[in-house]
């Protein structure tokens, strides 16, 4: 699979297509927030739980927001941290397993193992301890999610290193002189595209379930609105579910949830799919 | 060092160990192996699978240390170390397929030069393995190449730094036979005209013969026949290189349990 | 009695550079008790009529033609009959075979999904026979618990061959069952086919393009090119007498063994493109002995009265 055909293969399959524009729909709505948001995000002006009107179109939560601008500004939340997780994943992750894979030997044991004991860590213990010692903050929250993250995506990396090392192509460039940065970024990096496009949408799905998670157990950023945090002040309201609030107050924060999830499960379904 | 000797292998022995420490027995694939190519030579190799004619290659290539023994490269100071490239077995794994046929027959040349491409170089070598008209070939990808066009790629890029030794694995075995003399021919082609020594390791000992001036026999790690080619085929002394012979000559031998 | 016989086969595969055209009205038989060899370079289709003849390739695939097994045809009958059909009446020993097995499972109990799969074999009779099959072709019945990658793979290769002929199908088709293989392997897989063959009286089709080892056990050779049936004869007559130029120069281009130093030519040039329709003959461009209306003019098949497929002959 080259760089050029994962645009081809998303564009020729239905799902690729559907999880493509819902994506590109979320992407341009971040980016275009301040400009399609109706107020601004910090604005707490109106009354608290007002049902949605012409001036609201999701109504207002309960300290007086508009609901709508939550969302639409929750996206640059999600997208943010689905973003800055699944890099520095991607990055850490492929270093240390490329890097263990193709050297091999005791460094590659010892590097095993230290990935092994992360893999041992339960995360939900460590993220609550985390959480306790850290401050609430968006960087936090990508901190954390990434520390957790970059062990699975090394030893996949490295079993893949492991099989690609044996090629002759490789041997190849060895025999020529190539200093082994330049065989592993010529050689070996090229062949490790679909595993990495898989890792991006595997850790976005995870970042943005995880962050949603994390802002309901209190880890969020309270100035970064997010759909986790809409989801655990509404749900922790008490007698939410006793009137029709939670119609435009919990659910648009639930589905949009559910709707970019879907997205990434689309594309990363389509680009796993038969050749 | 004699005279005219490219490399010299002397009492090497390679020992695959499992584990962490070395202390367990480990796989003996090579077994004090001594043996000298020398400039302008075609040494046949021949054995069959796990006799370590392969490691034997490898060691050779420097993509593998010997366990004993030294491997010593001709360089007096005044004739430079001999370059060696290589040919492997499979045209299908030995060509990285996101790269050009340009590319891959450009880059041992690029990797000396920092990067400097010499097309006129590229040219001429994929000219020199018979891929004519080049333009046809230059920009297409091994996917689009058939295995002898791929083997013959092999071939162009092993010869763009102009070598003095080539060692070739086993280049013809994935191939078709009618397309394997071709590719034994152009071998003998680059030996006479360019001069450049061949270490061809085969099971085939008809191909062998085809193309060597001297052949070694290897078995279990051990050289256990080495000669002129005539002496080999014609008057062979070890038992083992007559069962290879004869089977080689269609005569079966027993099913061995 | 015919074992099989195909009809003016011609397949053509859809892929994404186009419509290949694989196979060109080919006609081929195999006769009760005798072994035919199916002899072509790399793309010429041989391997292709014995997937199809299975039916192991339909995906993308448009065919016209008859295929008939034991006289009765296998060209449109329904999976599940071709499945029955398939293990139990015809074997097949695929192309690297001896990556074919499961390397999870033991042998033991690979053989003994093949006979639970076709037949209602109590237990024990099935064991007996795994035994003596391992037996037959050189395995020793102890190791039959052992796990693939246990083995070499001149071993594994005459493992598939066992499990092929296992259930005594009336044809064995075998895909390259010699490549591969170091050479001194190669001869004696090929007297282990024969005699396998023998044994249980099936018969065989064997694929390669290797003429010299396969031609030592075949009863009759077909030679193909670029989809085409070019001759076909006996072994005497391909082996002694070759019309084509083609099989000519397959003969021609064989290294022997040699203590003298000699040359030996190949064949110029490459097979042609499947997705190319040529008008004449295929073989033209590599051909020492065309002529014009070769290029102009396909030649004549072959069929039951012309042997070879050219327009000099």
Same mark, same amino acid.
């Given at each position: 699979?080259?760089?050029?055909?994962?645009?081809?293969?998303?564009?020729?399959?239905?799902?690729?297509?559907?999880?493509?524009?819902?994506?590109?729909?979320?992407?341009?709505?971040?980016?275009?927030?301040?400009?399609?948001?109706?107020? $601004?995000?910090?604005?707490?002006?109106?009354?608290?739980?007002?049902?949605?009107?012409?001036?609201?179109?999701?109504?207002?939560?309960?300290?007086?927001?508009?609901?709508?601008?939550?969302?639409?500004?929750?996206?640059?939340?999600?997208?943010?941290?689905?973003?800055?997780?699944?890099?520095?994943?991607?990055?850490?992750?492929?270093?240390?397993?490329?890097?263990?894979? #193709?050297?091999?030997?005791?460094?590659?044991?010892?590097?095993?193992?230290?990935?092994?004991?992360?893999?041992?860590?339960?995360?939900?213990?460590?993220?609550?301890?985390?959480?306790? #010692?850290?401050?609430?903050?968006?960087?936090?929250?990508?901190?954390?999610?990434?520390?957790?993250? &970059?062990?699975?995506?090394?030893?996949?990396?490295?079993?893949?290193?492991?099989?690609?090392?044996?090629?002759?192509?490789?041997?190849?460039?060895?025999?020529?002189?190539?200093?082994?940065?330049?065989?592993?970024?010529?050689?070996?990096?090229?062949?490790? #595209?679909?595993?990495?496009?898989?890792?991006?949408?595997?850790?976005?799905?995870?970042?943005?379930?995880?962050?949603?998670?994390?802002?309901?157990?209190?880890?969020?950023?309270?100035?970064?609105?997010?759909?986790?945090?809409?989801?655990?002040?509404?749900?922790?309201?008490?007698?939410?579910?006793?009137? $029709?609030?939670?119609? &435009? &107050?919990?659910?648009?924060?639930?589905?949009?949830?559910?709707?970019?999830?879907?997205?990434?499960?689309?594309?990363?379904?389509?680009?796993?799919?038969?050749? | 060092?004699?005279?005219?000797?490219?490399?010299?292998?002397?009492?090497?022995?390679?020992?695959?160990?499992?584990?962490?420490?070395?202390?367990?027995?480990?796989?003996?694939?090579?077994?004090?192996?001594?043996?000298?190519?020398?400039?302008?030579?075609?040494?046949?190799?021949?054995?069959?699978?796990?006799?370590?004619?392969?490691?034997?290659?490898?060691?050779?290539?420097?993509?593998?240390?010997?366990?004993?023994?030294?491997?010593?490269?001709?360089?007096?100071?005044?004739?430079?170390?001999?370059?060696?490239?290589?040919?492997?077995?499979?045209?299908?794994?030995?060509?990285?397929?996101?790269?050009?046929?340009?590319?891959?027959?450009?880059?041992?040349?690029?990797?000396?030069?920092?990067?400097?491409?010499?097309?006129?170089?590229?040219?001429?070598?994929?000219?020199?393995?018979?891929?004519?008209?080049?333009?046809?070939?230059?920009?297409?990808?091994?996917?689009?190449?058939?295995?002898?066009?791929?083997? +013959?790629?092999?071939?162009? +890029?092993?010869?763009?730094?102009?070598?003095?030794?080539?060692?070739?694995?086993?280049?013809?075995?994935?191939?078709?036979?009618?397309?394997?003399?071709?590719?034994?021919?152009?071998?003998?082609?680059?030996?006479?005209?360019?001069?450049?020594?061949?270490?061809?390791?085969?099971?085939?000992?008809?191909?062998?013969?085809?193309?060597?001036?001297?052949?070694?026999?290897?078995?279990?790690?051990?050289?256990?026949?080495?000669?002129?080619?005539?002496?080999?085929?014609?008057?062979?002394?070890?038992?083992?290189?007559?069962?290879?012979?004869?089977?080689? +000559?269609?005569?079966?031998?027993?099913?061995?349990? | 009695?015919?074992?099989?016989?195909?009809?003016?086969?011609?397949?053509?595969?859809?892929?994404?550079?186009?419509?290949?055209?694989?196979?060109?009205?080919?006609?081929?038989?195999?006769?009760?008790?005798?072994?035919?060899?199916?002899?072509?370079?790399?793309?010429?289709?041989?391997?292709?009529?014995?997937?199809?003849?299975?039916?192991?390739?339909?995906?993308?695939?448009?065919?016209?033609?008859?295929?008939?097994?034991?006289?009765?045809?296998?060209?449109?009958?329904?999976?599940?009959?071709?499945?029955?059909?398939?293990?139990?009446?015809?074997?097949?020993?695929?192309?690297?075979?001896?990556?074919?097995?499961?390397?999870?499972?033991?042998?033991?109990?690979?053989?003994?999904?093949?006979?639970?799969?076709?037949?209602?074999?109590?237990?024990?009779?099935?064991?007996?026979?795994?035994?003596?099959?391992?037996?037959?072709?050189?395995?020793?019945?102890?190791?039959?618990?052992?796990?693939?990658?246990?083995?070499?793979?001149?071993?594994?290769?005459?493992?598939?061959?066992?499990?092929?002929?296992?259930?005594?199908?009336?044809?064995?088709?075998?895909?390259?069952?010699?490549?591969?293989?170091?050479?001194?392997?190669?001869?004696?897989?090929?007297?282990?086919?024969?005699?396998?063959?023998?044994?249980?009286?099936?018969?065989?089709?064997?694929?390669?393009?290797?003429?010299?080892?396969?031609?030592?056990?075949?009863?009759?050779?077909?030679?193909?090119?670029?989809?085409?049936?070019?001759?076909?004869?006996?072994?005497?007559?391909?082996?002694?007498?070759?019309?084509?130029?083609?099989?000519?120069?397959?003969?021609?281009?064989?290294?022997?063994?040699?203590?003298?130093?000699?040359?030996?030519?190949?064949?110029?040039?490459?097979?042609?493109?499947?997705?190319?329709?040529?008008?004449? =003959?295929?073989?033209?461009?590599? =051909?020492?002995?065309?002529?014009?209306?070769?290029?102009?003019?396909?030649?004549?098949? =072959?069929?039951?009265?012309?042997?070879?497929?050219?327009?000099?002959?």
């Amino acid at each position: 699979m080259h760089r050029e055909s994962i645009l081809k293969k998303l564009s020729s399959s239905p799902q690729g297509i559907i999880g493509l524009s819902i994506l590109a729909f979320f992407i341009i709505l971040a980016l275009a927030a301040p400009l399609v948001a109706p107020y $601004d995000p910090t604005d707490m002006s109106a009354d608290p739980f007002l049902r949605p009107s012409g001036a609201h179109w999701l109504g207002t939560d309960d300290v007086g927001k508009d609901i709508l601008t939550v969302v639409i500004y929750g996206s640059r939340t999600s997208l943010i941290v689905a973003l800055a997780v699944s890099v520095t994943v991607l990055a850490i992750g492929t270093a240390v397993g490329v890097f263990s894979g #193709y050297v091999g030997g005791n460094i590659d044991r010892a590097f095993m193992r230290g990935v092994d004991i992360f893999l041992m860590i339960p995360d939900l213990p460590l993220i609550l301890i985390l959480a306790a #010692y850290l401050r609430p903050g968006i960087w936090n929250v990508v901190f954390i999610l990434a520390l957790l993250g &970059w062990p699975v995506s090394a030893r996949i990396t490295r079993a893949q290193a492991i099989t690609l090392k044996s090629a002759g192509h490789v041997d190849f460039a060895r025999v020529s002189g190539g200093p082994d940065i330049y065989v592993i970024g010529k050689h070996i990096i090229p062949d490790l #595209y679909p595993i990495m496009a898989t890792t991006v949408v595997m850790q976005s799905i995870r970042a943005i379930l995880s962050e949603s998670g994390l802002a309901f157990l209190g880890l969020g950023d309270p100035s970064f609105p997010s759909w986790g945090t809409t989801i655990k002040y509404a749900i922790g309201y008490p007698g939410i579910f006793f009137t $029709d609030a939670w119609m &435009w &107050w919990l659910l648009p924060a639930g589905a949009c949830i559910s709707l970019l999830v879907l997205a990434f499960v689309l594309v990363g379904q389509c680009l796993e799919g038969d050749e | 060092m004699i005279d005219k000797e490219l490399v010299r292998i002397d009492d090497v022995s390679k020992i695959f160990y499992k584990g962490i420490l070395k202390r367990s027995a480990g796989f003996k694939a090579l077994d004090g192996v001594t043996l000298s190519i020398k400039r302008g030579e075609i040494l046949g190799v021949i054995g069959e699978s796990g006799s370590g004619k392969t490691t034997l290659g490898k060691l050779i290539l420097g993509l593998l240390k010997p366990t004993s023994g030294t491997i010593v490269f001709a360089d007096d100071g005044i004739i430079k170390k001999p370059v060696v490239q290589v040919i492997f077995q499979d045209p299908y794994d030995s060509l990285s397929h996101v790269m050009s046929v340009e590319d891959i027959v450009a880059e041992p040349y690029a990797i000396k030069h920092k990067g400097q491409v010499d097309m006129e170089k590229v040219q001429k070598a994929i000219e020199s393995v018979g891929l004519t008209p080049v333009d046809d070939y230059i920009h297409k990808y091994p996917h689009q190449l058939s295995g002898g066009q791929r083997q +013959r790629v092999a071939i162009a +890029r092993a010869i763009i730094t102009e070598p003095d030794l080539i060692i070739a694995d086993e280049p013809i075995s994935m191939l078709d036979a009618s397309i394997g003399v071709d590719i034994l021919n152009l071998i003998l082609n680059l030996n006479e005209r360019l001069g450049i020594s061949f270490m061809f390791i085969t099971h085939d000992i008809a191909a062998a013969s085809y193309v060597s001036h001297n052949i070694a026999v290897m078995n279990a790690g051990k050289i256990v026949e080495y000669g002129p080619r005539k002496k080999i085929i014609a008057e062979c002394e070890h038992p083992y290189t007559r069962t290879l012979l004869a089977a080689a +000559r269609g005569e079966v031998l027993a099913i061995v349990k | 009695m015919s074992i099989l016989d195909v009809k003016s086969l011609t397949v053509d595969f859809n892929g994404r550079d186009g419509v290949h055209h694989v196979l060109k009205g080919v006609d081929l038989s195999v006769y009760d008790g005798e072994i035919v060899g199916l002899i072509g370079e790399s793309g010429s289709g041989k391997s292709t009529l014995a997937l199809t003849a299975l039916d192991l390739n339909g995906h993308d695939r448009a065919m016209s033609g008859d295929i008939r097994f034991m006289g009765k045809s296998i060209v449109s009958i329904d999976r599940e009959s071709m499945r029955k059909v398939r293990g139990r009446h015809i074997g097949f020993i695929p192309q690297s075979a001896m990556n074919a097995l499961d390397p999870l499972v033991t042998v033991k109990k690979q053989f003994l999904e093949t006979i639970r799969d076709h037949t209602d074999m109590p237990r024990s009779e099935a064991l007996r026979l795994i035994d003596d099959s391992l037996e037959a072709v050189g395995i020793g019945p102890r190791r039959a618990n052992s796990f693939p990658y246990e083995f070499s793979g001149g071993q594994r290769q005459r493992m598939m061959i066992a499990l092929s002929m296992l259930l005594g199908p009336e044809l064995i088709i075998a895909d390259e069952p010699t490549t591969a293989l170091d050479v001194t392997l190669q001869s004696r897989i090929v007297q282990l086919l024969k005699d396998s063959a023998a044994k249980k009286h099936s018969s065989m089709l064997i694929i390669s393009h290797d003429l010299h080892t396969i031609s030592r056990i075949c009863d009759r050779i077909y030679i193909m090119y670029a989809g085409r049936v070019v001759e076909y004869g006996t072994r005497e007559e391909i082996m002694g007498r070759p019309e084509h130029p083609y099989t000519r120069k397959l003969l021609s281009s064989r290294l022997h063994v040699m203590a003298e130093p000699a040359r030996v030519q190949g064949i110029k040039g490459s097979p042609p493109s499947t997705l190319k329709v040529y008008p004449g =003959c295929e073989f033209y461009d590599r =051909c020492d002995e065309r002529a014009d209306v070769c290029k102009a003019e396909r030649p004549p098949g =072959c069929s039951r009265t012309a042997k070879v497929s050219c327009h000099r002959r």
